[in-house]
Structure formats: structure tokens, C-alpha cells
């Protein structure tokens, strides 16, 4: 579905048509992947990654770029909050005696294991990339803003949310993921921009944005 949207912005220059495509893919790309017996959120996801990535840059113009990223960012606002108010409720039929259990160890392993996910994801790329003679050569204090970056937001407690009722473990996945996505925001959050300025990487600016056809950018260091 993200393939055919794509295809269709490609052929056409109405920056209203545009974005009414892609709130038709936000709801259409989970409700064909349910029919299916596919995870709706997931379909979503991926069709927004081939739209973001691609249809962004070569299949939108200047001025459906910027309708379409000042729209969802908007939609994107009330969602989160929405989810947050959402997680909330659903804590609320959490006992008194087992909070202090679930906020305990799962939560701390929970965070451990995502931050080991992260580093797991990051590092090894990164150290691809910079032995590889083909690429231009990438600034190792890039990786760790890749891994601290790595915030989590909507997409974790959307899913912990859609489980169902009758699962066993529903409330303290919930509980473990509204607690990373809390110390993810919070923590990691604050701490980026010192962290930023600490390895100097606030001293970097692009001379060419890299929008465009070829997609490519340049960054030096500001003397």
C-alpha cells in the first residue's frame, strides 16, 4: 500500500490531494494487514517508513512537503497525547501494593533491554560504515547520538494498549512500556543536548540539506 500511494503522489501535483492519500494509507494499510491476520499497526509503520523516506523527496514538491509534515505533526501531537491520557486510565486498575512491584526490576530490566537492543542495533553499522572503503568516513560520536537518541514514544503503547484484555501479562507490559517510553523522554530527552555539546556535535551544520533527487548531503565542522 505505501508502494501505491507512492506511485500515485509521483503522477500528481495537488498538495491537498496529496495529503488526504496519506491519511487514506493511515487507516487503510491496518485495515487490510487485519484482514489478513497481519498486525494493523506494524503495516502502518512500514507504509509511513516508504512514504517518509521516499515519497517525501521524490514524489512531493516543495510545498506538499511542507502541507504534509506540518499536518501530521499535529495529528502526531494529539495521538501522543491521546495514548498517554489513554495509558493513564488503564493504570489505574493496577493495585496499590503492585506498583511499587511493577515500576521495581521489570522496569529497570525493561530499559536495559531496550537500551541494549539499541546499542546492538547502532554500533555494529556504524563501525560498518566506517570501514567501508565505499562510504565516506562517519564521526564515531555519531553513534552515540544514534543509540542515546533512540526515544520511544507512541508506537510502544499503541501496542501495549491494542493486547487484549484476556492476556495475562496485558497490565504489566503496559505498566513497563508507559515507564521506557517515561524515562526515554524524560531522561534521555533532557540529557541529548548536553550530551551534544559535551562531544561538540552542536558545532556541526549541513551545507546542503540533501533534499533532493540524489538525496546526498554534506556536513563539516563549524571552525
Not at 493513564?88 to 496499590?96: C, F, S, T, W, Y
Request: with cysteine; net charge neutral; charged share 15%.
Amino acid at each position: 500500500t505505501g508502494m501505491i500511494v507512492y506511485q500515485i503522489m509521483k503522477r500528481i501535483e495537488d498538495h491537498l490531494l496529496e495529503v488526504t492519500l496519506t491519511v487514506v494509507l493511515t487507516f487503510g494499510a491496518p485495515l487490510l494487514a487485519e484482514a489478513f491476520h497481519f498486525s494493523g499497526i506494524i503495516a502502518v509503520v512500514t507504509a509511513g517508513l516508504i512514504i517518509g523516506n521516499y515519497g517525501r523527496f521524490y514524489s512531493m514538491g516543495e510545498k506538499t512537503r511542507a502541507t504534509v509534515e506540518t499536518f501530521w505533526e499535529v495529528v502526531d501531537f494529539i495521538v501522543d497525547s491521546l495514548l498517554f491520557l489513554a495509558i493513564g486510565v488503564q493504570l489505574q486498575a493496577i493495585p496499590n501494593d503492585r506498583v511499587f512491584a511493577i515500576f521495581g526490576r521489570p522496569f529497570l530490566v525493561g530499559i536495559g533491554a531496550v537500551l541494549l537492543a539499541r546499542a546492538l542495533a547502532v554500533y555494529p553499522v556504524v563501525w560498518g560504515l566506517r570501514h567501508d572503503r565505499k562510504k565516506e568516513d562517519i564521526p564515531e560520536s555519531w553513534a552515540h547520538v544514534l543509540f542515546w537518541g533512540g526515544l520511544k514514544g507512541s508506537i510502544p503503547m499503541a501496542l501495549a494498549i491494542s493486547l487484549p484484555e484476556g492476556f495475562a501479562y496485558r497490565t504489566l507490559f503496559m505498566a513497563m512500556a508507559f515507564a521506557i517510553v517515561l524515562c526515554s523522554l524524560v531522561v534521555q530527552g533532557l540529557s541529548l543536548k548536553p550530551i551534544l555539546a559535551a562531544i561538540r556535535l552542536n558545532k556541526i551544520r549541513a551545507v546542503s540539506p540533501g533534499f533532493g533527487k540524489s538525496g546526498e548531503g554534506d556536513y563539516v565542522h563549524d571552525p
